[in-house]
């Protein structure tokens, strides 16, 4: 075997990634495969050397030390991938493109051992809170439908005092390989469905499969400052997965219920006050609502309906930080309603009062809205 650099045979760069040397690889193995030159003894030497790059530069170890030393750096037996002194011999198309296209078509190389048990998937639970809930913290009970471990078989799916056996067909690899031409793809075996075993006397509680249909009550402690689109990881609470593997994870997902009082954005919070026509012109206090109960909001004299006033660290503790939001209260004049005639009467007596005086003194805002409606009609008949 020549000592040809490894990134030339496969005609790249030394910063190539995985990806890029597996679709080189392909390339040349299926240009210089013996199978499609046959008789050809230096595209079978090309082989060799195609292959015995792609098994050096897809290992992370025997890459690192080719970087740092070159071939002095790699086993000449290992870095042969098998090839020896013996040539290609027998070898098996489908055992080269094993690692190619195992991710693929679900499969792997053959002889691998036993194919692994499936982790138990994971599953999520939507869970309603108030706000008051979702921003002290609560523990909540909760049920989900799940599987569990068969505590019979533990999780192995045979019967007591037995165990499940090497499924014949596939060896325990649970893999099968589908010849079409020079080609040989991996599919899961069609005896054991890719577990790489055979039950032959199962469990009389799960009926060989390792884990039951079940019903969990879970106890949840959601932290304070949760909001809407938050999760809840429980690790190991999902399905329990076959034949005794790890079990998934359960997700419970946070959606915090729409608030008679307040509105959250972030960690601060936003209501509405109503203030009377005597408290916005006069000045006053009123009584809002925090979550941790009324205080006092001053009211300055002549205040305009919709000024907003901040009420520092009366929002949410964060859940991800030591912050803490503020309360923001937006003062709403509210006007009389139900009047009777002498309410009326003394309504229309104080707005004659204010038009004998100059109007910018007492209705700045409204003088300043018909000038400029003045303004623009002028505009529009020059």
């Known amino acids: 075997m020549s000592k040809r650099d490894y990134y030339e045979i496969l005609g790249l760069d030394r910063d190539a990634d995985e990806r890029a040397i597996k679709k080189s690889y392909k390339r040349l193995a299926m240009k210089y495969h ?3 030159n046959k008789n050809d003894a230096g595209a079978e030497e090309k082989f060799k050397e195609v292959k015995e790059a792609y098994e050096i530069l897809t290992d992370p170890q025997k890459r690192a030390a080719y970087d740092q030393y070159g071939h002095a750096g790699v086993d000449p037996n290992q870095g042969a991938g098998g090839f020896g002194g013996g040539g290609f011999g027998g070898a098996d198309f489908g055992d080269i493109f094993g690692d190619v296209f195992g991710d693929i078509f679900g499969g792997g190389r053959r002889g691998g051992g ?3 048990a499936a982790r138990g998937s994971d599953l999520r639970y939507n869970m309603e809170l108030t706000l008051e809930e979702a921003v002290r913290g609560v523990s909540k009970k909760i049920k989900v439908p799940t599987y569990d471990s ?8 045979a019967k007591k005092g037995s165990k499940p056996q090497t499924c014949p067909t596939c060896h325990g690899s649970g893999q099968v ?12 075996c069609p005896h054991c469905h890719g577990k790489g075993q055979i039950i032959s006397d199962p469990c009389t509680k799960c009926h060989g499969q390792g884990r039951y249909q079940t019903t969990k009550t879970l106890s949840v402690k959601i932290p304070a400052g949760v909001d809407t689109g938050d999760r809840v990881r429980l690790s190991g609470e999902g399905e329990a997965g076959e034949n005794g593997a790890a079990a998934g994870d359960l997700y419970v997902q946070i959606h915090v219920k729409d608030h008679d009082i307040f509105v959250r954005d972030g960690n601060n919070l936003y209501c509405e006050v109503p203030i009377s026509f005597t408290a916005a012109a006069l000045g006053g206090e009123v009584e809002v609502p925090t979550l941790d109960g009324r205080v006092k909001l001053k009211i300055p004299g002549e205040t305009q309906t919709g000024r907003m006033f901040r009420m520092r660290g009366k929002g949410v503790h964060s859940a991800r930080s030591r912050a803490v939001g503020d309360l923001i209260c937006k003062v709403v004049l509210e006007t009389p309603v139900r009047l009777n005639e002498q309410q009326k009467e ?6 004659e009062s204010l038009e004998g005086s100059s109007p910018k003194r007492h209705k700045p805002k409204s003088t300043g809205f018909f000038d400029g409606v003045k303004r623009f009609f002028d505009d529009l008949t020059n």
Do not use: I, K, N, Y
């Open 150 to 157: 068969c505590d019979v078989c533990h999780g192995s799916g």
């Open 114 to 116: 036993q194919q692994r």
């Open 34 to 36: 013996p199978d499609r």
């Open 346 to 351: 003394l309504l229309r007596q104080f707005e």
């Open 177 to 188: 390989q589908m010849r079409q031409g020079f080609f040989a793809v991996q599919q899961p």
